[in-house]
């Protein structure tokens, strides 16, 4: 059935492939006719769409009929949902019906159950989280195949370190690199990269490597840097706990006498094995009590920020502490 459902905390990634669906069921010079989009605004989106969905497309290509930020797979009226169930099955084989939300789907609704269901695609866009390194990577080899560029190993990880989980930024600086490559079938090299790609100086990874080796006054510089550039304190927060965890969990191992790189990455969530040996070197010099010992600070950093208690010189304490804590041997 001519159904789609986007959803999911990457907002350009969606609304790429909103515009590639448009794209491709609606003829241009008959888009003003066949393609109408509810804002969650309009009290009675859903039933409007619905019936909006079930009306043959005029002329040429396809009916598209977009609810925008629906919040029917979260809660569904039980009006809204005798109308889906009556709609669904017989939408006609050239109109098409788009849901996107930002919010997971709840999937214990008779909505979503039905929709799931009914879908051609019911397709999820998540941020990767910030410290899986190889899955960045592997976003960014994706961005440049989709946009003719072609990346050295080398330059695809510099280019993943600098934009991070930002889908724009990495479209924005993927078409620079195309326009400067032109017509060249030869591969960017890192040093252009360096040269083109806007950095954003320090990321939140760095942040937890200058920690992780006790550095208070470099994370204090990065830390700033982030604050500066806007990155969300929860943000940061987040991948420390996911970087700290990482580590905790190879030293875990490691400390158990486990010498299998799959065995350890398996157990520590990572996709790439070979990262397992840098990892084994970077957690080398501290304890497992140390690793332990830092988890709980940034709990609990995350918890007072949570509660709003966000000021500038507590982020401060908790990352002199932290790097207090990494200097103790």
């Not at 695609?121 to 998540?126: D, I, T």
């Not at 040093?191 to 942040?207: C, I």
Request: charged share 20%; with cysteine; proline share 5%.
């Amino acid at each position: 059935m001519p159904i789609y459902v986007y959803w999911g905390e990457d907002d350009f990634a969606i609304a790429k492939a909103v515009t590639t669906l448009r794209d491709r069921v609606l003829d241009p010079l008959w888009t003003s006719f066949n393609y109408t989009s509810f804002p969650p605004e309009d009290g009675d989106a859903a039933i409007q769409a619905l019936n909006q969905v079930m009306t043959p497309a005029f002329g040429a290509g396809g009916r598209l009929v977009w609810l925008m930020n629906t919040n029917l797979l979260q809660n569904c009226p039980e009006n809204v949902l005798a109308e889906l169930t009556r709609t669904l099955s017989v939408i006609p084989e050239n109109s098409f019906l788009l849901l996107t939300c930002h919010n997971k789907p709840d999937e214990r609704l008779k909505s979503t159950k039905l929709l799931k269901q009914s879908a051609t695609e019911f397709r999820e866009f998540p941020l990767i989280p910030p410290w899986k390194t190889e899955l960045l990577i592997q976003s960014v080899n994706q961005a440049a195949q989709t946009v003719g560029v072609k990346l050295t190993p080398k330059s695809a990880e510099l280019l993943a370190e600098a934009v991070g989980n930002d889908t724009r930024l990495l479209y924005n600086e993927m078409e620079k690199l195309r326009l400067y490559a032109e017509d060249s079938n030869r591969p960017i090299e890192e040093n252009t990269v360096t040269r083109l790609v806007r950095n954003t100086t320090h990321n939140s990874l760095q942040l937890a490597a200058a920690i992780r080796v006790g550095d208070t006054a470099k994370a204090l510089t990065i830390l700033a840097d982030l604050i500066n550039a806007a990155e969300p304190e929860l943000r940061i927060i987040a991948t420390l706990i996911g970087q700290f965890r990482t580590w905790l969990w190879v030293k875990l191992m490691v400390e158990s006498g486990e010498r299998n790189p799959q065995a350890i990455a398996q157990a520590a969530e990572i996709g790439n094995p070979k990262r397992i040996y840098f990892l084994q070197q970077e957690v080398q010099p501290l304890s497992l009590r140390q690793l332990i010992s830092c988890l709980p600070l940034l709990l609990e950093l995350e918890v007072t920020v949570k509660q709003g208690r966000a000021e500038i010189s507590i982020l401060q304490i908790k990352i002199i502490e932290l790097c207090q804590l990494c200097q103790r041997i």
